[in-house]
């Protein structure tokens, strides 16, 4: 008998739902360990709160003696709560969390100590940035990188650590990390659209980028999991046949949640709560033992970090409850995989959301202005915003008949289609009276109604308007969401500022009034953006054919969808709105294709560890036993011998032929990994690894889950999908 995992099941069929209280309510305890504006209120100076507050709204500089206070008070609150170290907390381009713990505690002599906490610890810090990617950016310069301290995102509490979210940038400068270009995409898309918003309200400051992320994820029982070196060290299962029940008969998605699923939830909505995360939506997904978590969502930076914090405090609770979390795309082949739709939105700080239709004529022209200039945005830079969304896991979800295709394209909705019929009818330059009245009373006025009706909503288009934000849905579900937000506020924000350029002109140059400016430059816009627009069936065969003749590019790897990254307009782009170098573009670049090679990789040694040690190993023994057992009939039977292991020995011929295609594919794959390996220029290994090496994975795949279907159970040495996905 195939002990472990035998001993696993055991152990998991014994597993209970782990007790979990909430003494309190969820609102009584939500932020209480983040030191945000209440608790700053609270132990902050005035004018410390006021430096950090002008630094957190319109990204005024925290001066030193600021800080100082700052500091102070921040380890004052913190040690009123049991904390003893602190930590820079970034994101660094591994795709998790890093943190290096500093303890308070510092000794003066004489053999006593104090807790002590400067402002010099609290803006920069110094860890070695030699051990994090930087893509060569590091070659070039110096290893040094520094933290620096990010006030717009609150500092909180962990454990006994006090985390304080910083940047990570290399000693000369260039970001490392994921929240530097997103901090400075947001500026970016904060001055192009409030220059726009002053067309339609002079009061307008400044406006913010917000995001709400929806979360999907497996629950496996850990034990289980332990049972995979696949899960344990790709975080999927890299083979295993499917279960003879997987999602068909669609009765997980939005079923009542296993208590033991939901006992882990509670828990982990507790520490989110107590973190200031407002996570608000919890249900069952489609796929067996698949869930998914939302929030409300919040200003972008925040609301990326929330996520990557998230994604940490998913797999140390999920521990707690015996279960392993799985944030892969795909983990398991046949159902569904996961993602992570980013919601987006604009909103000013006179609370107005500019996605969102208004009431009257004019607000619904600035909702109008804002809604085609993305759809413009998008279209001319529909192959970077699938780049963005370019990993190996994420190439198992796209185009996969469950997730968006790799094709970019906008759903707008029925009602809105006709709108922007109407509006690109409106006539070259100035307006008659009639026309202008004609559009607010029966276009742009009308906007609002035809919304509440909108109610179509089409889940295979990657980038939908939902009545109140766009949805971006294509972005897998390990992604920091940190670089498709970067980039989708800095395509907005070129596209608005250019948008005001050619509005302005047509006032300066033309005479026209602001409004029907605004109607003439919308109306080419919408003529120029036309091909980004699909309202159909987004997996369907035929959308991939005309997408082809509409020039939309369909990257279905990633080593080919990365490229756009840094083609001339995007490196042209990152550089004038001033979110990236074009040596940081190049440093990311560079460091996500070798993600992509070291994950292929890892994949391939994997599965031929699998494989030729735990997969043929068993094949051979149950051959042996049946071999066995032929010889046997052959010494009871005389004629009969032929007739009665006629499926015996057609069930040994089958195994050899397994095991033999299974040997030879390994090797194949070790050769061409080894030739992979031996190519200097990273593109090109990266070619080579998702083109020679990788599409062996399937052939070797094929072949023992074949003789899982034929070796004894009993014997079996890999926990089965049925078990890791009905094992609740
Ligand atoms: P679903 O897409 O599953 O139907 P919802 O549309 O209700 O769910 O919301 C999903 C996410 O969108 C939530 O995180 C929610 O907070 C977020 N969201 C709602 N309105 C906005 C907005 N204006 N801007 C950004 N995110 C939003
Ligand atoms: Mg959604």
């Known amino acids: 008998m195939s002990t472990l995992r035998f001993h696993a099941i055991k152990k998991s069929l014994s597993a209970k739902p782990v ?14 360990n983040v030191f945000n504006e209440n ?5 902050l100076t005035k004018d410390a709160f006021a430096g950090v507050m002008n630094a957190i709204q319109y990204g005024k500089k925290i001066d030193r003696a600021i800080a100082d206070q700052v500091s102070s008070s921040m380890k004052d609150w913190a040690l009123s709560k049991g904390v003893t170290h602190y930590t820079h907390w970034f994101q660094p381009l591994t795709g998790t969390t890093a943190e290096k713990h500093d303890a308070f505690f510092e000794t003066i002599g004489d053999g006593m100590a104090i807790e002590k906490f400067g402002g010099s610890q609290l803006v920069q810090q110094e860890p070695d940035a030699s051990s994090f990617p930087s893509g060569g950016i590091r070659n070039t310069f110096e290893a040094r990188g520094y933290t620096a301290w990010d006030p717009t995102s609150p500092a909180f509490i962990y454990g006994t650590t006090l985390c304080i979210p910083t940047i990570f940038v290399a000693y000369t400068g260039e970001a490392l990390d994921y929240k530097t270009p997103l901090l400075r995409a947001l500026q970016a898309v904060d001055g192009a659209a409030t220059a726009v918003c002053k067309y339609f309200d002079k009061n ?6 917000s995001l709400g992320w929806e979360q999907e994820y497996f629950l496996i029982d850990k034990t289980l999991a332990a049972t995979r070196p696949d899960i344990a060290l790709t975080g999927r299962t890299l083979l295993g046949h499917s279960a003879a029940k997987g999602q068909q008969l669609d009765d997980h998605y939005f079923g009542s949640i296993p208590s033991r699923a939901l006992n882990y939830m509670r828990e982990l909505e507790t520490e989110c709560m107590l ?14 033992n698949q869930f998914e978590l939302a929030p409300i969502f919040e200003e972008a930076n925040l609301a990326v970090d929330h996520n990557s914090l998230l994604m940490d405090i998913m797999g140390r609770v999920a521990s707690r409850h015996n279960f392993k979390v799985l944030l892969h795309e795909k983990p398991f082949a046949g159902i569904n995989g996961s993602g992570k739709h980013n919601n987006w939105s604009l909103s000013t700080d006179t609370g107005v959301n500019l996605l969102a239709p208004g009431k009257t004529p004019m607000s619904n022209l600035q909702f109008l202005t804002f809604f085609i200039n993305t759809i413009k945005a998008v279209n001319k830079h529909e192959a970077l915003l699938r780049a963005t969304i370019a990993s190996a896991s994420n190439d198992h979800r796209l185009g996969a008949n469950e997730a968006p295709p790799a094709i970019i394209s906008v759903f707008i909705g029925e009602q809105l289609t006709k709108v922007l019929e109407e509006l690109e009818g409106v006539t070259k330059g100035k307006l008659s009276p009639q026309e202008k009245t004609e559009l607010k009373l029966n276009v742009v006025g009308k906007i609002p109604d035809v919304l509440l009706d909108n109610t179509d909503r089409n889940r295979t288009s990657p980038f939908a308007f939902t009545g109140n934000k766009f949805e971006f849905r294509a972005v897998g579900s390990t992604a920091n969401c940190g670089d498709p937000m970067t980039v989708l506020n800095t395509i907005v924000a070129k596209q608005l500022k250019d948008f005001k350029v050619e509005v302005d002109k047509l006032i300066d140059e033309k005479g026209l009034k602001k409004d029907e400016a605004i109607f003439n430059v919308l109306r080419e816009y919408i003529k120029a953006s036309k091909r980004i627009l699909f309202e159909g ?34 490196m042209a782009l990152f550089e004038e709105m001033q979110v990236m170098s074009n040596i940081e573009t190049k440093a990311r670049y560079e460091i996500e294709v070798e993600a992509y090679i070291m994950h292929i990789q890892i994949e391939g040694r994997v599965l031929g560890d699998i494989a030729r040690n735990h997969i043929v190993p068993t094949a051979v023994r149950y051959q042996n036993t049946l071999i066995e057992n032929v010889k046997g009939l052959k010494e009871i039977f005389d004629e009969k011998f032929k007739e009665v292991s006629k499926e015996q020995l057609n069930l040994i011929e089958q195994i050899s032929n397994h095991i033999e295609s299974i040997n030879a594919n390994v090797t194949k794959m070790i050769n061409e990994r080894k030739k992979a390996n031996a190519i200097q220029d990273v593109e090109k290994k990266a070619q080579a690894y998702c083109f020679n090496v990788k599409p062996l994975f399937e052939d070797i795949r094929y072949h023992c889950d074949k003789l899982e279907l034929l070796v004894d159970d009993e014997i079996w040495p890999l926990t089965k999908y049925r078990e890791l996905l009905f094992t609740r």
């Open 39 to 43: 608790s700053m209120r609270q132990y």
């Open 204 to 209: 307008v400051k400044k406006v913010t980028s």
């Open 19 to 32: 007790p979990v209280e909430e003494k309190e309510r969820r609102s009584d305890i939500f932020g209480k």
């Open 275 to 288: 973190l200031g995360i407002p996570v608000k939506t919890r249900h069952n997904e489609v796929a067996p």
């Open 537 to 570: 069936n987004g997996y369907s065969e035929a959308w991939e054919k005309e997408a082809e003749k509409r020039g939309l590019s369909n990257n279905k790897t990633t080593p080919d969808a990365l490229k756009a990254k840094i083609s001339k307009d995007s």
